[in-house]
T-cell receptor
Framework: EAGVAQSPRYKIIEKRQSVAFWCNPI?????LYWYQQILGQGPKLLIQ????????DSQLPKDRFSAERLKGVDSTLKIQPAKLEDSAVYLC???????????????FGPGTRLTVL | EDKVVQSPLSLVVHEGDTVTLNCSYE??????LLWYKQEKKAPTFLFML????IEKKSGRLSSILDKKELFSILNITATQTGDSAIYLC???????????FGSGTQLTVLP
């Protein structure tokens, strides 16, 4: 079974530039998550999708961050314009579905390491 | 505000030592507590605990949850250099089953 795919793996940009990350979840997984992990901290949930709908985006800085999952499969996360404090690893995760019975295991992708100069 | 606090922040031991990692939490709508191992990549799942006093074991790793005192511990016995990683504690909450993570414990096992 293929895992969660993310690209690019690394990105270096200057502040005020724009950047986009892509995630392809495990086939058949209805729920998709984007996390931000700043160095020395645990992952923080930015947005959760169920199919192509948003379940929760309360921690997404909407003035500069946006995310979409138009066809309910892959997803993109965009930052425009980037700030120095956005330097972090952006992790994508997917699960069968948070409404499914039993444990809703989240499978994580390898992440995109963003450096904002 | 929901909080998950891990201690210690970092730990250096020698191979063969036993370590205990701590996780305390104050969250609403608790469903379960999870432990992850993170090497230089994505977190990988170790344990899920939902009931107090239930000890989960997987080889040299074991974990206990105390829902009354709101904490969990992760024990690793006979540590090996391959155990070196960040260990993350997370609490699953609410109907959306979201995860709130602690900051992690950086474990370094020296040969």
């Amino acid at each position: 079974e293929a895992g969660v795919a993310q690209s690019p793996r690394y990105k270096i940009i200057e502040k005020r530039q724009s950047v986009a990350f892509w995630c392809n979840p495990i086939s058949g997984h209805a729920t998709l998550y984007w996390y931000q992990q700043i160095l020395g901290q645990g992952p923080k949930l930015l947005i959760q999708f169920q199919n192509n709908g948003v379940v929760d985006d309360s921690q997404l800085p909407k003035d500069r961050f946006s995310a979409e999952r138009l066809k309910g499969v892959d997803s993109t996360l965009k930052i425009q314009p980037a700030k120095l404090e956005d330097s972090a690893v952006y992790l994508c995760a997917s699960s069968l579905g948070f409404r499914s019975r039993g444990y809703n295991e989240q499978f994580f992708g390898p992440g995109t390491r963003l450096t904002v100069l | 505000e929901d909080k998950v606090v891990q201690s210690p922040l970092s730990l250096v031991v020698h191979e063969g030592d036993t370590v205990t990692l701590n996780c305390s939490y104050e969250v609403t709508n608790f469903r379960s507590l999870l432990w992850y191992k993170q090497e230089k990549k994505a977190p990988t799942f170790l344990f899920m605990l939902t009931s107090s006093g239930i000890e989960k074991k997987s080889g040299r790793l074991s974990s206990i949850l105390d829902k009354k005192e709101l904490f969990s511990i992760l024990n690793i016995t006979a540590t090996q250099t391959g155990d070196s990683a960040i260990y993350l504690c997370a609490v699953e909450q609410g109907s959306a089953r979201q995860l709130t993570f602690g900051s992690g414990t950086q474990l370094t096992v020296l040969p």
